[in-house]
């Protein structure tokens, strides 16, 4: 392998946007600057700090380049890569052979590319023979995906590319910060507002994006379902529905709309805070134009009750006849870099690849021919992520670990970080040490996006490819070379190629067929369309066909929703509390979040000096009347408290706040760390936590 002189056209590490960028290998060919891609559409070559500065984490400066192994006085010591291999491979040998392959766990990431989810889903059930396989993707947008699956049958994030946002009339955003998650996509809503479209931004405080919006509503935290069944209620009362839609393409509307009408606007008042001529608002504002959008975040989807939060923002747009028509529609913005291939292929604990079923005996039986093995061999559905992470140490006593940092981002992250160090064996491959890896028995350093080469599929549902720019450090191997030689040491020595278009390749024809259809999809047409939109079947070899290929699919459910009858199905949904509501000994709300500047639990973007100046560290905001009340000065420590522990760090008093509620960001370890103190309490359908809202006690330090 050598070193490429010209520049290569790829995108970020980072979030789902994935934005183009044009890597050039700067002179003596050790790394890479990163220049501008004006001609990719999602981001027309802007870049967010973080993606500009990615190359900085490629120097052997912050990263791991070498394997190493713990060696029996405890220490975490260099050691070759047959050495290390040999290590995992007999440590997960000797878990399965005492206790039974489910006792051996895998944990992957939203942020690994198609190719490596893929084989890592298939690791786990061909190689390990386990049914323990989840991801963090569960941690991200499990509820919004649960709400789209019950709606419309099927789960893309987006069904309408970006594009169409500032052609539509009013978009409202609910807890999306995009302003600081997605910088560049902000564009999307300043065209919206210049061509006479309305923004109405949702979330507890007055953010950058915000601040954009025509009008703003500061719900308190937990509380959105309410409020999407009051907006829903002056829907019916002022007698906005859309009738014929309701009646040609949506089926169970009564249910929903008797659920609405028992959440009249002041007891909805009274639950979010918000007052009812702010909700009569919002109504007027969405129903006025030919089309709207409603686009949902982490904000309403991280709680205990998301999936039926996002349930009740679809009713509003089934109603309406905003959905399954152009320029009009729900969607999530997905957040890590292959938020959406990740959440398709395999590596999420009741899937097979091409967003199949695992309990579906066809999808079995078309996936276990793909991967040559007996369909009554592939194990059944596992725990989700963090089912899994509470289980570490008692009924699963292994775990490989790839793409995640749960020490840093799982919620009630202290009983977490208690349950990995109780494991037997804990392998972590990464590109850092970062606070999990730290606690391995062996870690594994893997190459970074620049040095390899695989697909992502970011939140529009537009499967992109990035390309290898730069020659990986020789201490290094890639994720598919660690599954490749780790399955070879568990004597499956075929069937998990080390080269990235192989894989996908087989992935091809192992989606074929399902929701998630990429066999139409290859590099070479990746890189001549900028990106494909999933479905794309392989049509150029049906007889009947006319020989094209298919276009891929930019926008869905214009003619039909993907279910069996084609219509979208409204579900009767009802407020609930949050699993933890405030009281005489927690009575205020913690709500969690992001800063511009720092990347998830911070693993790589906290290895970056110009990052690290932006957003040093943690800080609690708060509002300057509750400052007064409990004495909390600017800048000076406050102890957060709840019932999981408590967290330390300095105030940060702001009026963009309510008063009721304060908020952290959770990109930091230590004393610092939000997730000391979030509630693991998991939506019933998604298996999500709530991140989002849990019960703390605040007081000087
Ligand atoms: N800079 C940066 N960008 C990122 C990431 C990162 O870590 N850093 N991560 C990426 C990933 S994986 C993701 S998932 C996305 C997340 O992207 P976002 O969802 O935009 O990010 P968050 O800050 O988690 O939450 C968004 C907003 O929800 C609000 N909120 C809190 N509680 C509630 C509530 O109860 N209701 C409502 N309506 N709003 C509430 C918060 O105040 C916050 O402003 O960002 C992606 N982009
Ligand atoms: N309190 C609170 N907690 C949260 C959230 C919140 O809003 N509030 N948000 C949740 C959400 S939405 C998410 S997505 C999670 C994310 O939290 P994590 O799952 O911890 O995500 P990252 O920090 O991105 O961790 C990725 C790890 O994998 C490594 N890595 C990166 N690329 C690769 C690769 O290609 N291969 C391998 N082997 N390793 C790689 C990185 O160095 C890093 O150590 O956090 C969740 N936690
Ligand atoms: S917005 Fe997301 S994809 Fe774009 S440069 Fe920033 S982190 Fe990277
Ligand atoms: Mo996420």
């Known amino acids: 392998m050598h070193t490429s002189d010209s520049a290569t ?36 070559g802007a870049l967010c700090g973080k993606g500009r500065t990615a190359p900085a984490v490629l120097s052997s400066r912050v990263r791991l380049t070498e394997p190493l192994v713990r060696t029996h006085a405890g220490r975490l010591e260099p050691a070759t890569w047959e050495e290390a291999l040999d290590a995992v491979a007999a440590g997960l040998t000797r878990t399965s052979r005492a206790y039974g392959p489910d006792a051996v766990g895998v944990f992957g990431g939203g942020g690994l590319t198609n190719e490596k989810a893929y084989a890592l889903g298939k690791f786990a059930r061909v190689a390990l023979r386990t049914s323990q396989i989840d991801y963090n993707g569960r941690f991200c947008m499990s509820s919004a995906a649960a709400a789209h699956q019950r709606a419309f049958g099927l789960d893309r994030g987006l069904p309408f590319p970006l594009e169409d946002i500032p052609r539509t009339g009013c978009v409202i955003l609910v807890g999306s910060n995009l302003a600081e998650t997605m910088p560049p996509a902000l564009r999307y809503l300043t065209e919206l507002k ?167 005996p066809a999808a079995r039986a078309h996936v276990a021919g793909v991967w040559g093995v007996d369909p009554d061999a592939l194990p059944g559905p596992g725990r989700s992520a963090y089912e899994l992470l509470d289980a570490l140490g008692t009924d699963v006593k292994a775990l490989l670990l790839m793409g995640s940092n749960p020490v840093v981002s799982a919620p009630g992250a202290a009983h977490i970080e208690d349950r990995i160090r109780s494991l037997d064996f804990l392998a972590v491959a990464d590109v850092v040490l970062s606070e999990t890896a730290a606690l391995a028995d062996v870690v594994l350093p893997v190459t970074q996006w620049a040095e390899e080469t695989g697909t992502t599929t970011n939140l529009e549902g537009r499967v992109l490819l990035r390309r290898r720019a730069l020659t990986a450090p020789p201490g290094v191997r890639s994720d598919l070379d660690v599954l490749h030689g780790l399955a070879a040491r568990l004597g499956v020595e075929k ?11 087989e992935l091809r024809r192992a989606s074929a067929g399902g929701p998630a259809d990429y066999s139409g999809i290859t590099y070479a047409r990746i890189e001549a369309e900028q990106g494909v939109f999933w479905p794309c079947p392989d049509v150029a070899e049906d007889p009947e066909g006319s020989g094209a290929s298919h276009a891929g699919t930019p926008r869905l459910f214009l003619d039909r929703f993907a279910t069996e009858d084609g219509r979208a199905r409204f579900v009767p949904v009802s407020h609930r509390d949050a699993a933890e509501v405030p009281d005489a000994d927690y009575p205020l709300l913690l709500t969690t979040g992001r800063v511009v500047a720092q990347y998830q639990s911070g ?93 703390v006690r605040v007081e000087p330090a």
Not at 609 to 626: I, K, S
Request: one cysteine or more; glycine letters at 10%.
């Open 194 to 360: 210049a061509n006479g479209g309305t923004l109405i931004v949702i979330d507890p405080r007055r953010t950058r994006t915000a601040e954009q919006a025509d009008l703003h509503l500061a719900p308190r935290p937990g509380t959105d379902l309410a409020l999407a069944l009051g907006l829903l209620h002056l829907i019916v009362a002022e007698g906005r529905t859309d009738a014929e839609f309701i009646a040609a393409r949506t089926t169970g509307w009564e249910g929903a709309r008797a659920a609405a009408m028992a959440h009249w606007p002041e007891l909805v008042e009274r639950i979010t805070g918000i007052p009812v001529p702010r909700l009569r608002e919002a109504v007027a504002m969405f129903c006025a134009p030919e089309s709207a959008m409603v686009l949902t975040a982490r904000g309403p989807e991280q709680q205990s009750k998301g999936t039926d939060t996002v349930g009740a923002w679809i009713n509003l747009c089934l109603a309406t006849g905003r959905a399954g028509r152009p320029l009009s529609g729900y969607g999530c913005l997905t957040g890590q870099g292959n938020g959406q291939g990740g959440r398709e292929h395999g590596q999420k604990a009741d899937q097979l690849p091409g967003y199949r079923k695992l309990t579906d």
């Open 495 to 505: 069937g998990f190629p080390t080269e990235p278009e192989e894989v996908f390749e």
């Open 9 to 44: 056209d790829t995108h970020c590490p980072y979030c789902a946007l994935q934005c183009g960028m044009r890597l050039r290998p700067e002179p003596g060919g050790a790394t890479v600057a990163v220049e501008e891609r004006a001609d990719f559409p999602v981001n027309r």
């Open 603 to 695: 693993a790589q973007t906290r290895r970056v000096d110009e990052l690290n100046a932006a957003a040093p560290g943690p800080f609690v905001e708060l509002h300057p009347r509750l400052a007064a009340r409990i004495g909390a000065v600017d800048g000076s420590p406050l102890a957060v408290t709840s019932r999981r522990g408590r967290a330390v760090a300095p105030a940060r008093i702001t009026d963009t706040i309510r008063a009721d509620t304060v908020f952290m960001p959770f990109h930091w370890p230590g004393e610092g760390r939000a997730n000391t103190l979030t509630n693991p309490a998991l939506d019933p359908t998604s298996r999500m936590p709530e991140f989002k809202v849990c019960a």
